[in-house]
């Protein structure tokens, strides 16, 4: 052994007494502190006491309170358990009653209108009996009464359908959409013999042509020329003129007769051929 070695070896036995020293002055001052400590009073043993109590309490207001929770919500199971029953209960009753009514309502509703249905039969019967004789006694006294009148009617209707029939008329339109139009207006209210003509020249018309249109709805100057030709070279014939436009001069002529609406324009050719045809007899 070498003389660093034992040096090293003294070394560390020294410094283990000088820590098992430490360590029993250590414990010798937990011992005396120990016994210097001087015991709980009287007030504090009494506070810890107290708070026991008070714990003790809690604890069984805690189990006091489960066992009312449990009892609350058995309780409202069962209430709601009954309520659920009497409100099934309730809307059985409700809809047998509400069946019981619609029948009694069907049957009264039934049972009036029955009796509504057999007095109107009843009262429809004698007003119609009670008109009837009414209306025979007043339409005797008119027939009687404006028997001329009604004769002249049914020969105006008689006119008017022969007119439709028979009448030959000539338009002079100025484009197709004119021609197209006039047609439309011909075919809806019933005239047959209708000849149209878009020429800008005079042309002879037929001798059985008994009505002359002339249409112009764009007021053209050598339109109104031409229709004063026509009206100049048939003056000495029976031949009658309508002009269907918003203006047109011309010299007098009782031939001649204005329509700027399609709404008189029907009764402007009716009173013309109308007026040709009574001429005729006369």
Do not use: C, W
Not at 170 to 196: H, M, P
Not at 200 to 218: A, M, S
């Amino acid at each position: 052994m070498t003389l660093s070695n034992l040096i090293s070896g003294l070394q560390n036995i020294n410094a283990m007494r000088i820590l098992i020293m430490i360590i029993i002055v250590l414990l010798g001052h937990s011992f005396v502190f120990a016994q210097d400590s001087p015991p709980e009073s009287k007030e504090i043993q009494d506070l810890k006491n107290r708070i026991q109590v008070l714990e003790n309490q809690k604890e069984n207001l805690d189990k006091q309170a489960d066992i009312l929770q449990q009892n609350f919500d058995l309780k409202t199971r069962e209430l709601n358990s009954q309520f659920t029953a009497y409100k099934l209960e309730v809307e059985k009753s409700t809809r047998l009653v509400y069946f019981i009514l619609g029948a009694l309502g069907l049957l009264t509703a039934g049972a009036f209108i029955a009796i509504i249905l057999h007095f109107r039969k009843f009262i429809q019967k004698q007003a119609e009996a009670f008109a009837t004789s009414k209306v025979s006694i007043a339409l005797d006294t008119i027939v009687e009464d404006k028997k001329a009148e009604i004769i002249a009617l049914i020969n105006n209707q008689s006119i008017e359908n022969r007119i439709k029939e028979k009448s030959r008329i000539l338009a002079l339109v100025e484009s197709e959409e004119d021609q197209k139009q006039l047609q439309n207006f011909f075919d809806n209210t019933g005239f047959k013999n209708i000849k149209f003509e878009k020429s800008d020249q005079y042309k002879q018309p037929g001798k059985k042509i008994e009505l002359i249109i002339f249409v112009d709805q764009r007021n053209t100057k050598n339109r109104h020329d031409l229709f004063r030709e026509y009206i100049q070279r048939l003056e000495d014939k029976e031949t009658l003129f309508i002009f269907y436009g918003p203006h047109f001069k011309v010299d007098k002529t009782d031939k001649l007769n204005f329509t700027n609406s399609k709404y008189t324009f029907y009764s402007q050719i009716i009173n013309s051929l109308t007026y040709k045809e009574i001429t005729k007899k006369n």
